[in-house]
C-alpha cells in the first residue's frame, strides 16, 4: 500500500515528454516521498488481512502470502528511494516511473488475490470484511494515484479484477450485495478522489505560476533599484569628469556639518580653477580641453582621502570639501594639488599641454553656511588669480 498513498500526482501527458517540466517533477518527487513514507500504514493493512486470513488458510500460507507482500514493499521503497535521486535525469525518470507502475500492479493483484484466496473456503463475512479492506486500501490510494493513469488502472486493476473473476458474488446473493455495494462505494472514492486530484494539480500549477510571477517581479524590482540608483548617481554626478555637481555637493555639506557638529572636527573648502584654460581650448579645441579636466580630476583625487569630496563647480572650476585633521591640512592639501597638477604636462596629439591652477582656501566657521564658505573660497582663488595664478590663497 505503500507505493499506492506514495504514487504522486503525476500526469501522463508530461511525463511522456523529454522536457523538465516543473509540474512533472513536483508530481515524481512527491510520488518518492510518499511511498517512502507510507510504509507504516502499508504494514498495518497487511496485519490486518493476515488476521482475518489466520482462521481460514495454513499458517504457512498466511505468512507465505505476508512476506511476498513485505517483499514487493521493500522493492517498492527501494524503486521510491532511487527515484529521488534520478529527478534531473528525464530518461531514468520515465524508467522510475514505469517500474514503480510495475510494482503498483503487482502489490494490487497480491491483495485481490488474497480476497479471492479468502473466498474459497466458502465463508462470507472473513471475505465481506477481507472485500472492504480493500475498498479502505482503495481509499487511501486513489488520492495519490489519479494523476498516473498507468499506476491508477494498474493497481486498481489488481485489486478488483481476481475478485471479479471469482464468481463468488453469482453464487452468494447476500455476499453479492454487500461486495456490489463495497465496490460502488469505491468507484465513488474514485471519482471523487479524480475531482480532489484536478484540483490538486491546477493548485500546484497556480503556486508555480505564483512563483514565477513573484521571481518576475523580484527581478523587475531589483532593475529597478538598480536603474534608480544609477539615475541617482548619474543625477548627482557630472557627465564629463564624474564628479559630483553642484546640487549633490550641497546634500554632502549637510551631512558632513552635522558630523562635524557631533564628532567636532575640521570642515574646510578648496576652489581649485583652471588657470588660462579658455586659451587651452581656444589653441588645442574642446577635446583637448576636456582631456585636460580629465586629467586635473584624476590628480587631484590623488591627493584626497576617502572622506574628503571633490564637486565640478563651473566650468574649470572645482569645489573640494575637506573633513578631518587640523587646520593647517587644509593649506598642504591645496600645496600638494597645486605641485601634483603642475608637475606634469598633458600629452595631446603628441604635444605638451601645460596645466597650472590656482587654489583659493576657507575653514568652516562656526555658524556659518554653505553658501557663505563658497563664498569666501572664490573669493581666496580670485586673490591667487590676480597675484599671478599657479597658487595657494586663503
Same mark, same amino acid.
Not at 587640523?326 to 600645496?335: F, K, N, T
Given at each position: 500500500?505503500?507505493?499506492?498513498?506514495?504514487?504522486?500526482?503525476?500526469?501522463?501527458?508530461?511525463?511522456?515528454?523529454?522536457?523538465?517540466?516543473?509540474?512533472?517533477?513536483?508530481?515524481?518527487?512527491?510520488?518518492?516521498?510518499?511511498?517512502?513514507?507510507?510504509?507504516?500504514?502499508?504494514?498495518?493493512?497487511?496485519?490486518?488481512?493476515?488476521?482475518?486470513?489466520?482462521?481460514?488458510?495454513?499458517?504457512?500460507?498466511?505468512?507465505?502470502?505476508?512476506?511476498?507482500?513485505?517483499?514487493?514493499?521493500?522493492? =517498492?521503497?527501494?524503486?521510491?528511494?532511487?527515484?529521488?535521486?534520478?529527478?534531473?535525469?528525464?530518461?531514468?525518470?520515465?524508467?522510475?516511473?514505469?517500474?514503480?507502475?510495475?510494482?503498483?500492479?503487482?502489490?494490487?493483484?497480491?491483495?485481490?488475490?488474497?480476497?479471492?484466496?479468502?473466498?474459497?473456503?466458502?465463508?462470507?463475512?472473513?471475505?465481506?470484511?477481507?472485500?472492504?479492506?480493500?475498498?479502505?486500501?482503495?481509499?487511501?490510494?486513489?488520492?495519490?494515484?489519479?494523476?498516473?493513469?498507468?499506476?491508477?488502472?494498474?493497481?486498481?486493476?489488481?485489486?478488483?479484477?481476481?475478485?471479479? #473473476?471469482?464468481?463468488?458474488?453469482?453464487?452468494?446473493?447476500?455476499?453479492?450485495?454487500?461486495?456490489?455495494?463495497?465496490?460502488?462505494?469505491?468507484?465513488?472514492?474514485?471519482?471523487?478522489?479524480?475531482?480532489? =486530484?484536478?484540483?490538486?494539480?491546477?493548485?500546484?500549477?497556480?503556486?508555480?505560476?505564483?512563483?514565477?510571477?513573484?521571481?518576475? #517581479?523580484?527581478?523587475? =524590482?531589483?532593475?529597478?533599484?538598480?536603474?534608480?540608483?544609477?539615475?541617482?548617481?548619474?543625477?548627482?554626478?557630472?557627465?564629463?569628469?564624474?564628479?559630483?555637481?553642484?546640487?549633490?555637493?550641497?546634500?554632502?555639506?549637510?551631512?558632513?556639518?552635522?558630523?562635524?557638529?557631533?564628532?567636532?572636527?575640521?570642515?574646510?573648502?578648496?576652489?581649485?580653477?583652471?588657470?588660462?584654460?579658455?586659451?587651452?581650448?581656444?589653441?588645442?579645441?574642446?577635446?583637448?580641453?576636456?582631456?585636460?579636466?580629465?586629467?586635473?580630476?584624476?590628480?587631484?583625487?590623488?591627493?584626497?582621502?576617502?572622506?574628503?569630496?571633490?564637486?565640478?563647480?563651473?566650468?574649470?572650476?572645482?569645489?573640494?570639501?575637506?573633513?578631518?585633521?587640523?587646520?593647517?591640512?587644509?593649506?598642504?592639501?591645496?600645496?600638494?594639488?597645486?605641485?601634483?597638477?603642475?608637475?606634469?604636462?598633458?600629452?595631446?596629439?603628441?604635444?605638451?599641454?601645460?596645466?597650472?591652477?590656482?587654489?583659493?582656501?576657507?575653514?568652516?566657521?562656526?555658524?556659518?553656511?554653505?553658501?557663505?564658505?563658497?563664498?569666501?573660497?572664490?573669493?581666496?582663488?580670485?586673490?591667487?588669480?590676480?597675484?599671478?595664478?599657479?597658487?595657494?590663497?586663503?
Amino acid at each position: 500500500m505503500s507505493s499506492t498513498a506514495g504514487h504522486g500526482r503525476i500526469n501522463k501527458a508530461s511525463a511522456a515528454g523529454p522536457a523538465l517540466d516543473p509540474l512533472l517533477l513536483e508530481l515524481t518527487r512527491r510520488l518518492a516521498d510518499r511511498v517512502l513514507l507510507s510504509n507504516f500504514s502499508s504494514v498495518l493493512g497487511y496485519g490486518l488481512q493476515a488476521y482475518l486470513a489466520l482462521g481460514l488458510l495454513p499458517r504457512t500460507q498466511v505468512w507465505g502470502w505476508l512476506g511476498l507482500m513485505l517483499l514487493l514493499e521493500v522493492g =517498492n521503497s527501494l524503486v521510491a528511494w532511487w527515484g529521488r535521486s534520478v529527478l534531473r535525469h528525464p530518461e531514468r525518470k520515465r524508467r522510475y516511473l514505469r517500474l514503480q507502475s510495475l510494482g503498483l500492479l503487482l502489490l494490487g493483484s497480491c491483495w485481490g488475490v488474497s480476497a479471492l484466496a479468502l473466498a474459497l473456503p466458502g465463508e462470507i463475512l472473513p471475505y465481506v470484511l477481507n472485500v472492504f479492506v480493500l475498498v479502505v486500501v482503495g481509499a487511501f490510494s486513489i488520492h495519490n494515484l489519479c494523476l498516473y493513469l498507468p499506476a491508477l488502472a494498474g493497481f486498481n486493476l489488481g485489486l478488483l479484477l481476481p475478485v471479479a #473473476l471469482s464468481g463468488f458474488w453469482q453464487a452468494q446473493l447476500h455476499a453479492g450485495l454487500v461486495i456490489t455495494a463495497a465496490l460502488f462505494s469505491y468507484l465513488v472514492v474514485l471519482l471523487y478522489g479524480l475531482g480532489a =486530484n484536478r484540483a490538486i494539480r491546477r493548485e500546484i500549477k497556480a503556486r508555480f505560476a505564483m512563483q514565477a510571477l513573484t521571481e518576475e #517581479l523580484i527581478g523587475k =524590482n531589483r532593475d529597478l533599484t538598480q536603474a534608480y540608483r544609477l539615475i541617482e548617481e548619474q543625477a548627482a554626478q557630472d557627465p564629463l569628469t564624474h564628479c559630483l555637481n553642484r546640487r549633490a555637493l550641497r546634500q554632502r555639506f549637510q551631512q558632513l556639518q552635522e558630523r562635524r557638529r557631533s564628532e567636532d572636527v575640521f570642515l574646510g573648502a578648496l576652489m581649485i580653477d583652471v588657470d588660462h584654460f579658455k586659451a587651452i581650448n581656444d589653441r588645442y579645441g574642446h577635446a583637448a580641453g576636456d582631456q585636460a579636466l580629465l586629467t586635473l580630476v584624476a590628480r587631484i583625487k590623488e591627493q584626497l582621502r576617502a572622506a574628503d569630496l571633490l564637486a565640478r563647480w563651473g566650468g574649470e572650476e572645482f569645489l573640494c570639501l575637506v573633513f578631518g585633521g587640523e587646520g593647517e591640512h587644509l593649506p598642504r592639501v591645496a600645496e600638494r594639488i597645486r605641485a601634483a597638477v603642475g608637475m606634469l604636462p598633458l600629452k595631446f596629439e603628441g604635444e605638451d599641454i601645460r596645466i597650472t591652477v590656482s587654489i583659493g582656501l576657507a575653514s568652516l566657521a562656526e555658524g556659518e553656511d554653505f553658501e557663505a564658505l563658497v563664498r569666501r573660497a572664490d573669493a581666496a582663488v580670485y586673490r591667487a588669480k590676480k597675484g599671478g595664478r599657479n597658487r595657494v590663497c586663503r
